[in-house]
């Protein structure tokens, strides 16, 4: 079976698939029209094909012969971006964008899923094809939640991210932790309001908030062993109405990222670390504090056993010396799958600066190298007869 040639034969398909996709973007749990095109695809390939948490997908495809399931997913929704690119293929929904590569993933699975359901006599179990809505903004835990993991019950879980980082022609596949886990947090800081002019009587909750923000990079800098990475971003600062008015508050928002097991909980206690400067540089103003914590993301952790056969898959396909190694705190809540299952998330690379392509993710300009995309379905599919054939 030359599954190589099957996908040459296929690449104009699969090109047109990513660029419809693009052109027409939509938000989390608002890929109605995406969910339409993706169902009917797979249902004209014989699946059994459905809708599942609201505008998510699910297909099943039966080997000939009994054996595990695997769930291979893709994620659909796009980006509130403006896109700056001059394609024909550019964004027509205004103030929205796939600016993450998530048109390509769709793509590559649908394209994945004709090849391999032309081959059930050499598949021993199934593959469930996942089309995940509102990835940006977890939406994983809601299809885990309606079942997607039963039904039958899934044994490994695969994905896929095109990645500009990366250069095309290359993959990265690594075992353990690969993407970080996240906390979105809210910081509320209360003062006393009043004149610019007698700050003597009030109690400036915006030089609070400056404090706060520079005093938690010691968190990350100086508490925490630089080998268990931490990042703390704070994004948003809001506050006052006029320039001559002390305000009454503050509100802060950011993330906090990080990349080792028991996230929260561990050893380094990330969140309690920084609720402790918050409230001690409260504490030594004057002022109050409310402080919420969201959990996003959990890390995304790679199988060794599963890595390993994804890792041999890559190398020969592109070259051993092409499978690199990549590791971001960037988060992803795929992870939802590796803390339930045995999984591996990988990275096909898209980054090419001569055609343009190298600008990062979420960014207004962000464009993939197409010429990779066949590579990624050659690696959905080798890596399910991999699995699934044995």
């Known amino acids: 079976m030359d599954i190589k040639k099957q996908v040459e034969n296929l690449n104009d398909e699969l090109i047109a698939l990513r660029r419809d996709f693009h052109m027409h973007p939509e938000l989390g749990f608002e890929e109605y029209r995406s969910q339409e095109i993706v169902l009917k695809y797979l249902k004209d ?55 993450c590569g998530h048109d390509g993933h769709m793509a590559m699975l649908l394209v994945a899923a004709k090849i391999l359901s032309k081959h059930k006599d050499k598949i021993h179990g ?4 996942v089309f995940q809505p509102n990835e940006e903004d ?8 309606d079942g997607v993991l039963e039904n039958p019950k899934v044994d490994a879980a695969t994905a896929i991210h095109l990645w500009t980082p990366i250069e095309s022609g290359k993959i990265s596949v690594s075992e353990g932790p690969v993407m970080g886990a996240m906390d979105v947090f809210d910081i509320t800081i209360h003062g006393k309001g009043g004149h610019t002019a007698m700050p003597q009587e009030t109690i400036d909750p ?8 520079m005093g938690a990079q010691v968190v990350q800098t100086k508490q925490i062993n630089a080998l268990t990475p931490t990042l703390i971003t704070f994004a948003k600062v809001n506050s006052g109405t006029a320039s001559n008015i002390v305000p009454e508050k503050v509100e802060l928002a950011g993330t906090l990222r990080y990349l080792y097991k028991g996230g929260p909980d561990s050893i380094e206690r990330p969140r309690e670390r920084l609720e402790k400067i918050v409230k001690g ?4 103003f004057g002022t109050t504090y409310e402080m919420n914590f969201t959990p996003s993301n959990f890390t995304v952790e790679n199988d060794k056993e599963l890595t390993g056969k994804i890792k041999k898959i ?4 592109v070259g051993n010396e092409n499978v690199v190694p990549y590791v971001t705190l960037a988060g992803e809540d795929f992870s939802e799958f590796t803390k339930e299952v045995p999984s591996t998330f990988y990275f096909v690379g898209v980054g090419n600066k001569e055609k343009g392509t190298d600008y990062p ?26 699995y699934l054939n044995k």
């Open 281 to 284: 540089i409260c504490e030594t």
């Open 45 to 99: 390939l014989g699946l059994k094909a459905e809708k599942m948490t609201k505008t998510g997908v699910v297909a099943l495809l039966e080997g000939d012969k009994p054996g595990k399931t695997l769930l291979m997913r893709a994620d659909m929704d796009a980006l509130p971006v403006t896109e700056e690119n001059d394609v024909p293929y550019k964004s027509k929904n205004e103030g929205k964008m796939h600016a």
């Open 361 to 386: 993710h979420h960014h207004p300009k962000f464009d993939m190298d197409e010429d990779a995309l066949a590579t990624g379905v050659e690696m959905h599919v080798k890596a399910a007869l991999e």
């Open 138 to 145: 977890a939406g994983a835990v809601f299809m885990v939640e």
């Open 126 to 129: 199934n593959i469930k094809f």
């Open 206 to 213: 915006v030089i609070v908030a400056a404090q706060i923000i």
């Open 314 to 317: 890559a190398a020969d396909l």
